[in-house]
């Protein structure tokens, strides 16, 4: 199954707005499967983006996710804007081939050098 930016994307959006004591249970989810949905939960949790586990149900191990962790805020604020989302996976294609989340973090810590740059050419900032 291939990696899909914009379902993690999405899932990190309905996981951050879990309350406390909820989690989220793969199922038919935002136009994809459960199973692929299930999918990247995993690899969320593998990247440490998420809090999660395997849960029994009806004899069958079940993955939940619970809640995001420090990594996943910070690449949720990378990504969270729809425009801005599709500006950076463009050029990263465009670039690099393909998106990684390690192309993500160095595409965001550029952007923030360049604007603080701006900023500090600015008299008004100075």
Same mark, same amino acid.
């Given at each position: 199954? %291939? ?8 899932l990190?959006v ?9 989690h989220f249970?793969p199922?038919?989810?935002?136009g ?22 395997n849960?029994?149900? &009806?004899?069958e191990p079940?993955?939940?996710? %619970?809640?995001?962790t420090?990594a ?14 599709s ?8 670039r690099?081939?393909?998106v990684?989340?390690?192309a993500?973090?160095q595409?965001n ?12 050419? &600015?008299?008004?900032? %100075?």
């Amino acid at each position: 199954m %291939k990696r899909d930016w914009d379902l993690i994307r999405t899932l990190l959006v309905e996981i951050e707005g879990l309350g406390i004591g909820q989690h989220f249970t793969p199922h038919d989810f935002a136009g994809h499967s459960s199973e692929a949905v299930t999918y990247h939960i995993h690899l969320m949790g593998q990247a440490g983006l998420i809090e999660w586990a395997n849960h029994p149900w &009806n004899g069958e191990p079940v993955v939940i996710a %619970k809640s995001l962790t420090l990594a996943g805020h910070d690449l949720l604020d990378i990504i969270r804007d729809g425009d801005i989302w599709s500006t950076c996976k463009a050029q990263l294609q465009e670039r690099l081939g393909g998106v990684s989340y390690e192309a993500l973090m160095q595409f965001n810590l550029a952007s923030r050098q360049q604007r603080t740059a701006a900023l500090n050419g &600015n008299a008004a900032f %100075k």
